[in-house]
């Protein structure tokens, strides 16, 4: 085999001198692959430090020699061209952590373990920075014991931390301290039941425990206290570990409603549910609370949710007896009513015993005839009977609005309501000179509730516009009371009079219990209506429509959508 020559002439002998000039250049692009390599290492490792704040040392305990990559350069706050060393770490050490710091590097000394420990540096600028330092020793293959390590400048971490126990802090404080009853329950079952439940295809709580009433008691037990407050505590009545891991169950013994639509509320998602209700206190006692809820979510791998009880037993009692008192004064305001109206009673009653008096005196002379007429004897007695129910109806709807007895709640006809009051007031309108005019609605809606007080309220109204009417001179009184659907769930009736209207100053103060703008009146009347109305799910008010127009007091009441319960005799015949 022959070689062309590189000087160009034709051949030479086959040294392979290419045996020789390449290894030199593959060893050299070996070298600078390598110098390159390392090069993009310490680059990616120098990057990795810097994101991670983490810097590396080596230390020789036999030489005292420290070598320190950029970052711990950075981490203690000196220039990479400064020679690191013990005291100069020494140095950086906070005061209070110093003598700690150095018993560690003594005991590593000594004894040769491993380094791990956390201080803190104060900077140049007088800041404080957090570090932990990991280390692990070993011997070199000259024999030298070494430590090989990391630091890592925690500060962040540290702030974080301790921003966290302040909060943890602030909320046991708030726990523990605070005026109303807070317990801690493990919901984590109760997420597993309703994880399942979703599964399945359940989309509403409320049918599905109508078809499985026995899994609200399941739901009950799958909720367990964890922990509680001084005031719950207080109020539930129990050792501060009497309650830990009880269920539900006997706390919602009284209202378990309240407890079943809880728990339709969380499964459709909301994260709070509040509930005026009762609740079983852990010594069997009863307590009226106000119920809240608050599903926080998972801490520690728990759901938790935070139940907080505000004892309102004093309060109801108080609502209780200003009922009482409230139905004391409507009592007085309808006998005084009764009072005033004791003429037109008396014409009304009038009315029907003057006719049994007639009848008796015809009957009596059909039967004094020589031939007694029997038939007209007997059409005579008829009547009497007639008059006499009347006269009987009569009395009882005044003994029924002078009476005590406590409120009745029935389907009837607000319009049947109406006539029948109106029948206390024809004497009265008709003695002053007022006409009364009833657009009743056309529909005939019922409505829940005690016919006695929506007497008072129509018939209160209507004598308030007749006093209004009188003491303004109005010769032709007139008062409208028309009845209407709002919409299809309420009722409107308004009560309109053409008298001197409602002035400014007087119209945000008509409702307030003891004003009036009638010398000899108690100014109860309107109060009393406001709460008959308001008991009954509605609401009043008034528009004082100018001295031309009168003024109109208007109310609504809720319609009743039950079918099956038909109104009473006197509403239908009405």
Request: neutral net charge.
């Amino acid at each position: 085999m022959t070689l062309e020559r590189l000087d160009g002439s034709d051949s030479v002998q086959p040294q392979r001198w290419w045996r020789r000039v390449l290894p030199n250049w593959t060893m050299k692009v070996t070298r600078r692959n390598e110098r390159a390599s390392r090069q993009s290492q310490a680059a990616y490792l120098a990057e990795a430090q810097k994101l991670s704040q983490t810097g590396s040392f080596g230390w020789n305990v036999e030489t005292g020699e420290l070598f320190w990559s950029d970052e711990t350069f950075r981490i203690f706050d000196l220039a990479p061209t400064s020679r690191p060393s013990l005291d100069v770490v020494l140095k950086r050490t906070h005061p209070d952590d110093l003598e700690s710091v150095r018993a560690a590097i003594d005991r590593a000394v000594k004894d040769r373990k491993d380094i791990a420990l956390e201080q803190r540096l104060v900077m140049s600028d007088g800041s404080i920075k957090h570090i932990r330092v990991v280390a692990r020793g070993m011997t070199d293959d000259r024999g030298q014991f070494e430590f090989v390590g990391a630091v890592m400048d925690i500060t962040d971490q540290k702030k974080a931390h301790t921003e966290l126990e302040r909060s943890e802090q602030r909320y046991r404080h708030l726990f523990s301290r605070m005026p109303i009853a807070l317990r801690q329950l493990d919901a984590s079952r109760l997420v597993v039941l309703f994880r399942k439940l979703r599964a399945e295809g359940i989309t509403d709580l409320a049918p599905y425990f109508d078809s499985h009433p026995d899994f609200l008691r399941t739901c009950m037990d799958a909720l367990s206290f964890q922990e509680a407050n001084e005031r719950a505590i207080q109020i539930f009545g129990s050792g501060a570990d009497g309650y830990v891991g009880r269920s539900m169950v006997e706390t919602w013994k009284e209202r378990p409603d309240t407890f079943r639509r809880a728990m339709e509320s969380r499964f459709r998602g909301e994260t709070n549910f509040e509930e005026e209700t009762k609740m079983v206190t852990w010594d069997g006692r009863v307590v009226d609370v106000l119920f809240t809820t608050a599903r926080v979510g998972p801490i520690n791998d728990l759901e938790i949710s935070l139940v907080a009880t505000i004892d309102i037993s004093q309060r109801v009692r108080a609502q209780e007896r200003l009922r009482q008192v409230q139905a004391e004064f409507a009592h007085a305001a309808r006998v005084s009513m009764l009072g005033e109206l004791t003429a037109s009673i008396a014409h009304e009653v009038n009315q029907p015993l003057a006719a049994i008096a007639t009848n008796a005196a015809a009957g009596l002379r059909w039967l004094n005839r020589p031939i007694p007429d029997m038939a007209e004897v007997r059409s005579t007695i008829e009547n009497m009977v007639t008059d006499t129910r009347r006269a009987a109806n009569i009395v009882a709807r005044v003994h029924g609005m002078a009476s005590r007895k406590a409120p009745e709640r029935t389907v009837l006809s607000l319009d049947g309501v109406i006539r029948e009051a109106l029948l206390f007031l024809r004497h009265e309108m008709e003695s002053r000179g007022v006409t009364i005019l009833h657009r009743p609605h056309t529909e005939a809606a019922l409505v829940i509730g005690d016919r006695t007080q929506l007497q008072q309220v129509i018939v209160n109204l209507a004598i308030n516009a007749v006093q209004a009417m009188t003491q303004a001179g109005r010769d032709h009184g007139g008062i409208v009371i028309t009845t209407a659907a709002q919409d299809a769930t309420t009722l409107y009736c308004s009560v309109e009079d053409n008298g001197p209207g409602i002035s400014v100053e007087h119209a945000g103060r008509l409702f307030e219990s003891f004003f009036t703008t009638k010398e000899s009146g108690m100014g109860m009347g309107l109060p009393i209506c406001r709460s008959i109305v308001e008991a009954h799910g509605g609401r009043i008010d008034a528009e004082g429509l100018g001295a031309d127009r009168g003024a109109r007091f208007w109310f609504t009441l809720p319609i009743s959508t039950s079918a099956s319960s038909p109104p009473s005799g006197r509403d239908a015949d009405a």
